[in-house]
């Protein structure tokens, strides 16, 4: 956790946020909204973090959660909601409608514009302090009342400390705050499919109106609509597998070798702009607390992107942590913060499952298990077939049941 740092440089707020993803942006947004003091510290620069892609997709309560609070006008302005996607399977098209199953709709928003639009809002808007390309953070005291989170400042090369009540952990996967903890406080319970996607973004139209999921022996394939000049695509490819193996030609020979089927628009080819290899894992970490310190998004949990359901935990975390800090500062009242971990957990390992089980369903096919292949074919079937279970599958799908 760090010697407890000399408080020289020292500033004092009420939160002090690692990490300037969505969770942590919107966390600090609603505090600095509600009158809540907050820091934001953030290891990239404001130009990196607003143009980094990532993900795309937003169930519809998290949209309209946004829409309370002001915070999703570029959203509902620049995208359409998605109200189904197919599976292609043996050269036959499988419709999932989980719109009209569910009542509820996907947006499509790259992470990035809503990145953009969050710093935007919580810095420009509001008067918010952020400060990028921190090096050197440090989490202290976190089992005390007072903890502190030292940094090197980016402009001057000084060290600063920041004293406050709480720390909201943001800052990914890769991030400090959860190696702030002891070993022994919090499990990171990890799962590996033994598989791999390439993703690509392509410059080139969308070739469908909606996501696409070939299941093939070959491995996945994927479509996924990002703009109208921009889409993405997955290609499910041997752990470890290095873009470099994949030129061109050959991502658009097997691409089309997956997805096309003889009654569905060809797909339209471009320049492949990005192919990074994803090794497919999950974990989740229990519990998300630990004294001051509370976590959230990748912190905190990781999806493999699966389901679509990554921005949409993280941002379940942030509204989570929120109305507990809130609560915590407007009513003395703690019972939130103290049940912040069960309350997120809940939602998270429904996602989790969810993930899993539609991982077979696209991965079984190109398992070499005939066993495996036929479960995923029965499975796509009753998605697909019966309208008491898509309606129970569409919930999932979207988000509206996993609070269960």
């Not at 790259?110 to 390309?133: C, E, H, K, M, N």
């Not at 998300?288 to 990781?302: E, F, K, N, V």
């Amino acid at each position: 956790m760090g010697r407890y740092p000399d408080a020289g440089r020292a500033v004092d707020t009420s939160v002090a946020i690692v990490g300037a993803g969505v969770a942590g942006l919107t966390i600090g947004r609603l505090l600095r909204t509600a009158g809540v003091d907050c820091v934001v510290l953030e290891t990239e620069s404001r130009e990196f973090i607003e143009q980094r892609p990532r993900a795309g997709f937003i169930e519809e309560w998290v949209v309209r959660a946004l829409e309370r609070h002001g915070l999703a006008d570029g959203l509902l302005a620049h995208s359409k909601p998605q109200s189904e996607c197919e599976f292609r399977l043996d050269g036959v098209r499988h419709v999932f409608r989980y719109a009209e199953l569910s009542g509820q709709h996907h947006y499509v928003y790259p992470q990035q514009l809503l990145v953009t639009d969050l710093v935007r809002a919580y810095a420009d808007d509001a008067g918010g302090s952020i400060r990028f390309g921190v090096t050197d953070v440090a989490l202290h005291g976190l089992d005390t009342e007072r903890p502190a989170v030292s940094y090197t400042a980016a402009e001057t090369g000084a060290r600063h400390v920041i004293n406050c009540d709480f720390v909201a952990g943001c800052d990914g996967a890769r991030g400090v705050s959860r190696q702030a903890v002891p070993e022994d406080a919090m499990q990171v319970i990890r799962h590996d499919l033994g598989i791999a996607w390439m993703a690509i973004l392509a410059q080139a139209p969308p070739s469908s109106a909606h996501a696409v999921f070939g299941l093939h022996r070959n491995g996945l394939g994927a479509f996924m609509h990002r703009s109208p000049e921009i889409s993405r695509y997955y290609l499910e490819v041997p752990p470890g597998d290095s873009p470099d193996n994949w030129p061109h030609e050959r991502v658009w020979r097997e691409l089309r070798e997956r997805l096309e089927v003889p009654d569905a628009r060809p797909l339209v080819e471009g320049e492949l702009l990005e192919k990074r290899v994803l090794d497919m894992h999950n974990y989740v970490v229990e519990p998300l607390s630990y004294g001051r310190l509370h976590l959230a998004g990748d912190s905190a949990h990781l999806l493999a992107p699966i389901g679509a359901k990554g921005m949409n935990s993280a941002l379940h975390d942030a509204f989570l942590l929120t109305d507990a800090l809130r609560a915590h500062y407007e009513h003395g009242d703690d019972s939130r913060l103290a049940g912040y971990s069960e309350d997120a957990l809940r939602r998270i390992w429904q996602y989790q499952e969810f993930n899993q089980w539609l991982s077979e369903v696209m991965h079984g096919p190109s398992s070499d298990d005939p066993f495996r292949a036929r479960v995923a074919a029965a499975r796509l079937r009753r998605m697909v077939g019966s309208e008491i279970s898509g309606t129970s599958l569409a919930g999932l799908y979207i988000g509206a049941d996993a609070d269960h």
